[in-house]
């Protein structure tokens, strides 16, 4: 847990939330912080499961998971290829596009070339600017007009050079849980600010979650099918979430999905999995059963 991704605080509360349960199961788990000596305590502890609370950057863009299968060391979540292609937003709307599956339109730009004086033009204003990869909705910006569009670009670089900037839709924001392979029930997500910002994920009150999501069947059934084909395409296992967009005329988008989903208490995909009647400690039990299954890579 841990690590030096802008994320690294909410890796210590996964972290957290996870050794807490894992001791409540009476599973012997030892903490191993992510730092320039993890992979000789990764050697020495020898564990029969590594439980990887990492969130951004190295942790969830496939670098740790290709360490731990060196390691021939067990894990949670997805592989090397799924955890790279799906924290690379651009890609993954190649992956949407290809699917069929409505995403915003957008287009990807280095740094200069958002602030080049025509820039707005490409996708027009409102938009979304946000980083190539990044999570947790860091350096993720809504642009309204012009005066706010540099901060916004220079907010983005936190995840690298490359930035995208996307059409703004205006409408209700959910996400779909899958585990191994099934959705799990929608959770609708209601920011008491602007938009689902980093502080309205982490700080209590910042947003409600409503579960199961109030929708007609019909659009349950197709932001579920379209979760689960975009979670198949990218080759992703044992768990994911993936967050659409639903506009006004009831049409779906879908943004991104999150290979390595936040197990805060605060977390999305722990108040799905109560929704389906698995408790906080018996989704962490599922996946280290998942990765235990695999054996050694």
């Known amino acids: 847990m841990g690590g030096t991704s802008v994320e690294a605080e909410i890796s210590v509360q996964t972290g957290t939330g996870v050794l807490a349960a894992l001791e409540a199961l009476g599973y012997?788990?030892?903490r191993i912080d992510h730092g320039p000596d993890f992979v000789s305590k990764l050697q020495a502890a020898q564990p029969a499961v590594v439980f990887n609370a990492l969130h951004g950057g190295d942790g969830e863009d496939g670098t740790v998971q290709a360490v731990l299968e060196h390691l021939g060391l067990p894990y949670q979540g997805s592989g090397v290829r799924a955890c790279a292609i799906a924290m690379d937003k651009w890609v993954s709307k190649a992956i949407l596009r290809a699917l069929d599956i409505p995403t915003p339109?957008?287009?990807?730009?280095?740094q200069?070339?958002?602030?080049a004086a025509d820039a707005m033009q490409c996708v027009g204003l409102p938009c979304v600017i946000k980083p190539r990869a990044q999570g947790s909705a860091v350096g993720v910006t809504i642009v309204r007009d012009a005066v706010a569009w540099p901060d916004a670009v220079r907010d983005a670089t936190v995840g690298g050079d490359e930035i995208l900037i996307e059409e703004y839709i205006e409408g209700r924001e959910f996400t779909v849980a899958i585990l191994e392979?099934?959705?799990l029930p929608i959770v609708e997500i209601t920011p008491h600010d602007a938009f689902y910002s980093y502080a309205a994920k982490y700080t209590p009150g910042g947003s409600t979650h409503t579960v199961p999501a109030q929708l007609p069947?019909?659009?349950?059934e197709q932001l579920q099918?379209?979760?689960l084909a975009f979670h198949q395409a990218l080759g992703?296992?044992?768990y994911s979430r993936i967050d659409i967009l639903l506009d006004r005329g009831g049409r779906i988008a879908v943004l991104e999905c999150n290979t390595l989903p936040g197990l805060t208490r605060l977390s999305l995909f722990p108040d799905a999995a109560r929704a389906a009647g698995l408790s906080y400690e018996g989704l962490v039990e599922r996946l280290v059963l998942c990765a235990l299954s695999r054996g050694r890579p």
């Open 28 to 30: 012997p788990a030892t």
């Open 236 to 238: 992703a296992r044992d």
């Open 217 to 220: 069947p019909a659009q349950i």
């Open 181 to 183: 392979d099934h959705a």
């Open 225 to 227: 099918r379209a979760a």
């Open 112 to 115: 200069t070339q958002a602030l």
């Open 105 to 110: 339109r957008g287009v990807r730009m280095t």
